[in-house]
C-alpha cells in the first residue's frame, strides 16, 4: 500500500453527477505530496472527470454536481464558501490540446503572476517569466523571441509553454490532464523529462491513456473504471503484480 | 492508366461520373460568380456614366456693375443696408449693359435672365457682404447657370425636336449660342454640390445636409449599439445561465432580426416622439430607431464570435486562476473582436442604406439648412436619393446618380474600414 505519511489530498465517497447521469462513485482516493500520481482507465472511466474536481473546474459545466469531500491540507474544498480563485493559484492545470492564449511568449507567462499581484514591478515580473520558463525547459529555445506570439510554437514547445504559466503562478499541485496525447514521441519524452523535475517542487497528479508513460512517470497510479476506482497503489506494483483481475486484464490490454 | 490503378470498370466508371459532378459544379459556380461581377460592372458603370456629370457645373462670366446708387446710396457701408439693397436691380442693370437690345423688350430679358441659376441675386449679395470693397467697382463673375442651361451644355436635351417640345426655346438657345461663341460659358467642377444642402433648383441642390445628417444619425446609432448589443452578447453568451427565460430572449432577439424595417420605424414614432416627445426629423431619434433595427445583427454577430473562440482559452484563463470576468474580457472578448467589429459594420451598413423607419421620423423630408448637430432637422442620404429620383427636372436625374455615388462611397470607405479592423485584431490560432 501506498505510505500514508505525507498526503496531500484525499477525498470522502466523491461522486459527481452530469444532469442524470452519474459519473464518479463513491471515490476514495488519497494523493501523496511532491509525487507523481498517474490516473489510468479507459475512455470515459471518470478521470478527468476527478481531476478537474480538484481545482473545481466542474464548476463551469452546467447541471455538473458534484457530492463528498475533497480536502487538500485538511480543508474541505468542495466547499460553495471556498473561493475557487484562491483555490487555483494554488492548483495549476495543464489541458490535453496546448491551449497558449493568443498573446505573446512573454504575455502567457505573465499573465497568472499578474492578475494575482506577484509582482511588484516589471523587472519582478521578468524574473518569474524567466524563472518559470526555465523551470519548464523552455527558456533557451524561447529567449530571444519572448514577444513572438505563444501560438507560433510547435505543439511540444506550446506544451511546456502552457506548464511554464502554470508553474509561474507557483502552485502547490499541477494538474495534468493527457498532456502528451497531442505530441509526438519526442516532445513526449521532453515532457516526461520536465516532469520528473518538477516533482521535487511539486504534486503532480497525470490523467494518461498511455500505460508506459503512467510507468515511467508515476510514484503511485489509480485505475478506474465505469466512474470506480477499483484499485490505487505504487505503480511498479500495479503494474507487475495487481491485487484485482480486473487492473490486469486493462494492464495487459484485454479490454479499454 | 487509370484502367490500371482501378480495381474494376465498375470503379472507373463511378469516379468518372464524380469526376464529371465536380467539373459541373465547378463551371455552375464560377457562372454565378462572372454573372454577378458583370451586373456589378453595369450598375457601378451606367452609375458612373449617369452620375459623374453631376460633379460638375456650368458657369457664365459676365460683367456685373456693383452699383453705389443701388446698394449704398449713402455710402454707409452698414452690413443692414447692404443685405437690403436690390440685387436683383444690379443683377438686372449688368444684364441689359451686357445685352442692351433688351433694354425694352420684357420677352427677351426674361429668356435671357432663365440662362442663369435663380441664385444669381444670393450670390451676388454674398459676394459684396463678403468683401465691401467691391462696391462701385465692376467685375467679371462667374454665375452658374440655370440647370436647363447645364443640360444643354452637357448634350441631354435634344434641340432638334420643335420648340415646343423642349425645356428651351429658340430664343434662348440663341442667346446660350452666342454666349458660346463669345467662350464665356465654362464647365466646372461643382464644390458645392458637397457644400450646401438641398434646393428647389437643381443647379444650387447640394448634398452636404444628407451627408452630414447620415454621418450624425450613424454616430448616434454605433454610440448605441455597438456598446449594448456587446456587453448582451457578452452577458447572454458566457454570464447568463442557460434557463427558459434567457432562451427566450434568444429566440426573440433571433426574430426581431427579421422584423421589417418599417416596423421599428412605427415602434419609433409611437415611443419616440409620442411618448417620450423626442423632436422629430432630426437624427437624434432617427439614431435612435436605427439603433432598434441594428441592435439584433450585433447581438447575434457578437455572439456567434464568441461562440467561436475555442472553450480551451476560457478554460485555461480560468485554470490559472482568473475570475470569470478577467477570463472573459481579458481573453474571450480581445479573441472575439475583430468579428463583433465586423458585424457591427454590417449592422451600420444596412442602417446607413435605410430610408423606411426614417420616413416615419420625419426623417425624408426638404431640408435646406446643413444641420450642425444631433437636433438639427436633417435628412439622410437614401431619403435624398429618394427626393431627388421623384424631382420631376431634368437637372435632379444627375443629381441623383451623383447623390448614389456619394453613398456607394460611404460604403464602400465603412467596408473597408471593417476589413481593416478585422485584419488587425485577426487572432491565428
Known amino acids: 500500500m501506498i505510505k500514508n505519511d505525507n498526503i496531500k489530498i484525499t477525498t470522502n465517497d466523491l461522486c459527481v453527477f452530469y444532469d442524470e447521469k452519474q459519473a464518479l462513485f463513491d471515490v476514495n482516493i488519497s494523493i501523496n505530496e511532491k509525487e507523481t500520481t498517474a490516473l489510468i482507465g479507459p475512455s470515459g472511466c471518470g478521470k478527468s472527470t476527478l481531476l478537474r474536481c480538484f481545482n473545481r473546474m466542474n464548476d463551469t459545466i452546467e447541471n455538473c454536481v458534484v457530492k463528498g469531500n475533497i480536502n487538500i491540507d485538511n480543508a474541505n474544498v468542495n466547499n460553495p464558501e471556498i473561493d475557487v480563485v484562491q483555490l487555483r493559484t494554488k492548483i495549476g492545470m495543464v489541458f490535453q490540446k496546448p491551449n497558449p492564449f493568443p498573446k505573446s511568449i512573454f504575455d502567457n507567462v505573465a499573465y497568472g503572476p499578474k492578475i494575482h499581484g506577484m509582482a511588484k514591478n516589471k523587472l519582478e515580473l521578468e524574473e518569474i517569466v524567466e524563472k518559470s520558463l526555465k523551470q519548464a525547459g523552455l527558456w533557451s529555445e524561447v529567449k530571444d523571441r519572448l514577444s513572438q506570439p505563444g501560438t507560433s510554437l510547435s505543439g511540444g514547445q506550446q506544451q511546456r509553454l502552457c506548464i511554464a504559466r502554470a508553474i509561474a503562478v507557483r502552485p502547490e499541485i499541477i494538474l495534468m490532464d493527457e498532456p502528451c496525447s497531442a505530441l509526438d514521441p519526442i516532445a513526449t519524452a521532453n515532457i516526461e523529462e520536465l516532469m520528473d523535475e518538477l516533482k521535487k517542487e511539486f504534486t503532480i497528479i497525470i490523467v494518461t491513456h498511455n500505460m508506459q508513460q503512467a510507468a515511467r512517470v508515476s510514484k503511485n497510479t489509480a485505475f478506474f473504471h465505469l466512474g470506480k476506482l477499483i484499485e490505487l497503489g505504487p505503480t511498479d506494483q500495479i503494474f507487475t503484480n495487481p491485487k484485482l483481475e480486473k487492473t490486469q486484464d486493462y494492464i495487459t490490454g484485454r479490454y479499454g | ?429
Request: proline share 5%.
Open chain 2, 1 to 429: 492508366m487509370n484502367r490500371i490503378l482501378s480495381k474494376s470498370q465498375n470503379i472507373e466508371n463511378s469516379t468518372n461520373k464524380r469526376h464529371r459532378k465536380e467539373k459541373r459544379f465547378k463551371s455552375l459556380c464560377l457562372g454565378a460568380v462572372i454573372v454577378a461581377i458583370l451586373f456589378l460592372i453595369i450598375l457601378l458603370s451606367s452609375l458612373a456614366y449617369k452620375g459623374l456629370s453631376g460633379f460638375t457645373k456650368t458657369t457664365i462670366q459676365i460683367p456685373i456693375y456693383f452699383n453705389e446708387e443701388i446698394i449704398d446710396p449713402e455710402n454707409t457701408r452698414d452690413i443692414a443696408v447692404i443685405n437690403k439693397a436690390s440685387f436683383r436691380k444690379i443683377f438686372k442693370q449688368s444684364l441689359l449693359q451686357k445685352f442692351p437690345e433688351a433694354k425694352d423688350n420684357r420677352k427677351m430679358y426674361r429668356n435671357i435672365s432663365k440662362i442663369f441659376s435663380r441664385g444669381s441675386t444670393y450670390l451676388l449679395k454674398k459676394m459684396v457682404l463678403d468683401d465691401i470693397s467691391l462696391i462701385g467697382k465692376t467685375i467679371n463673375v462667374d454665375l452658374i447657370s440655370s440647370s436647363t442651361i447645364d443640360q444643354l451644355r452637357k448634350n441631354n436635351i435634344n434641340i432638334k425636336v420643335p420648340e415646343s417640345d423642349r425645356p428651351v426655346s429658340d430664343a434662348t438657345l440663341k442667346i446660350y449660342d452666342q454666349l458660346n461663341t463669345e467662350g464665356v460659358i465654362k464647365k466646372r467642377l461643382n464644390f458645392s454640390f458637397f457644400k450646401y444642402g438641398d434646393s428647389r433648383n437643381p443647379e444650387e441642390a447640394g448634398i452636404l445636409g444628407a451627408l452630414l445628417g447620415s454621418m450624425f444619425t450613424l454616430i448616434i446609432t454605433l454610440l448605441l449599439s455597438f456598446p449594448i448589443g456587446v456587453l448582451t452578447a457578452i452577458y447572454l453568451e458566457e454570464f447568463a445561465p442557460k434557463n427558459k427565460f434567457t432562451y427566450f430572449i434568444e429566440i426573440n432577439i433571433n426574430n426581431l432580426a427579421a422584423v421589417p424595417s418599417i416596423v421599428f420605424g412605427l415602434l419609433g414614432l409611437a415611443i419616440f416622439l409620442n411618448f417620450f416627445g423626442l423632436p422629430r426629423s432630426v437624427p437624434l431619434t432617427g439614431g435612435l430607431v436605427l439603433t432598434l433595427m441594428t441592435l439584433p445583427t450585433v447581438i447575434i454577430s457578437s455572439r456567434a464570435s464568441l461562440k467561436a473562440v475555442p472553450p480551451t482559452i476560457r478554460e485555461a484563463a480560468l485554470g490559472l486562476g482568473a475570475s470569470k470576468l478577467q477570463a472573459v474580457f481579458n481573453h474571450v472578448v480581445p479573441s472575439a473582436a475583430p468579428g463583433m467589429f465586423t458585424g457591427t459594420i454590417i449592422g451600420m451598413a444596412r442602417a446607413l442604406g435605410e430610408t423606411a423607419p426614417l420616413l416615419l421620423m420625419g426623417m425624408v423630408a426638404f431640408i435646406v439648412e446643413v444641420p450642425t448637430s444631433i437636433f438639427d432637422p436633417a435628412t439622410v442620404l437614401p431619403a435624398q436619393i429618394y427626393l431627388w429620383a421623384d424631382s420631376p427636372e431634368r437637372g435632379f436625374v444627375e443629381k441623383t446618380s451623383a447623390a448614389i455615388i456619394v453613398l456607394v462611397l460611404f460604403l464602400i470607405i465603412m467596408n473597408s474600414l471593417a476589413i481593416w479592423l478585422r485584419r488587425k485584431f485577426e487572432v491565428r490560432w
